[in-house]
């Protein structure tokens, strides 16, 4: 069984900073993409950054220069580094893993269940 768990949300004040992370556990054979997706109130989930296993990322164009994806390999993680906070980015933040089983087995997704991140005086 394979489980996701985000940690790092909170109340931040506008050009704060916080640190997302995502774990992954459970029975894993390889993690290709690892993403972070956001839902603010009201609205759809949105995509936010990514990163392959390689070490790519990219961006969506609002967090370009604030925000900073990152991963951990061995330790089945990958961070969100936000600086720089608007009320804006108020959402709950999931993480979403792209990853094996088992090696012979095809990529499937998988979803934590969010954080809260939440961007106020």
């Known amino acids: 069984q394979v489980q996701l768990v985000e940690s790092g949300g909170g109340l931040v004040q506008p050009g704060g900073s916080l640190r997302l992370s995502c774990a992954a556990s459970?029975?894993?054979?390889?993690?290709?993409?690892m993403e972070w997706y956001r839902q603010a109130p009201g609205k759809e989930r949105g995509w936010v950054a990514s990163?392959?296993?390689?070490?790519?990322?990219n961006y969506e164009d609002s967090v370009k220069g604030r925000f900073t994806i990152s991963r951990d390999n061995a330790r089945n993680m990958v961070y969100l580094q936000m600086n720089s906070l608007r009320p804006e980015d108020t959402a709950v933040y999931y993480c979403?893993?792209?990853?094996?089983?088992?090696?012979?087995?095809?990529?499937?997704?998988?979803w934590g269940q969010g954080t809260q991140v939440t961007v106020s005086s």
């Open positions: 979403k893993m792209s990853l094996k089983i088992l090696s012979w087995l095809p990529y499937q997704t998988f």
């Open positions: 459970g029975s894993i054979a390889n993690i290709n993409a």
């Open positions: 990163i392959t296993r390689g070490g790519s990322t």
